[in-house]
């Protein structure tokens, strides 16, 4: 499963995936992204998870000082390179597993990974977390999205577009539900509740905040502490 975002929904069968999404579902990734935007100051350094083809990270070039993305595939991040640099005095793209990326402890302000991309990696969501919150800085911020209980009914109209596009394989009604929505060719998206969120979180060296945003999605947006406990 971790291999269907890097090789087979990627670059431009990525881009249609948001090019063929309902009205109330490009609210829902709208919202996501002003919501990203109003934690972002002009000085800042940031980091997305996951920035396949660029569709956020171009956003946030319109206001940080320095922007990084980061992905393991590398056809969708061809596409990210081709973002207009003059939006931003310094960006790039780097093909990186955000689980182990490398950089040096604190070295971004704000680090990034939203649109349910902590179920979308399939990659142990807790050392994501924690290799997140290693890498901002001491009262930094990292924010982490998934989809809210109740926006199911637009996510699951979505998912079955995109399967009637191609873009997926069949859905598997017998196993969708409570979340999670299942393809025949073994594509499998899941969810973060505000349960686990906590679960994954606990006993971190930074304080914790859930917040529901549109009613579309659940925010946890993570502060690292300045002094260890």
Not at 54 to 64: D, N, P, Q, S
Not at 193 to 199: A, I, L, N
């Amino acid at each position: 499963m971790r291999g269907y975002y890097s090789e087979k929904l990627l670059a431009e069968k990525l881009r249609k995936v948001y090019d063929i999404a309902p009205p109330r579902v490009k609210q829902y990734l709208d919202a996501e992204i002003a919501f990203v935007l109003s934690h972002i100051e002009s000085t800042d350094c940031v980091l997305e998870l996951g920035c396949g083809y660029g569709r956020v990270l171009e956003r946030i070039l319109e206001k940080a000082a320095l922007t990084v993305g980061i992905d393991t595939s590398h056809e969708s991040l061809r596409l990210a390179k081709n973002l207009d640099p003059r939006k931003s005095a310094i960006y790039s793209v780097v093909e990186m597993d955000a689980v182990s990326s490398g950089f040096r402890d604190g070295a971004f302000d704000v680090v990034v990974c939203i649109q349910n991309g902590i179920s979308a990696f399939h990659v142990d969501q807790r050392r994501l977390i924690e290799e997140a919150v290693r890498v901002a800085r001491p009262g930094g911020t990292v924010l982490f999205s998934s989809y809210a209980e109740s926006f199911w009914d637009d996510r699951l109209r979505w998912f079955e577009s995109q399967s009637r596009h191609g873009l997926l394989g069949e859905i598997d009604y017998d196993a969708t539900g409570n979340g999670v929505i299942v393809c025949i060719d073994g594509f499998r998206a899941t969810t973060v509740r505000p349960g686990r969120f906590r679960e994954l979180t606990s006993g971190l060296n930074a304080d914790i905040r859930l917040k529901e945003v549109d009613s579309s999605s659940l925010f946890c947006i993570i502060t690292r502490k300045y002094r260890l406990c």
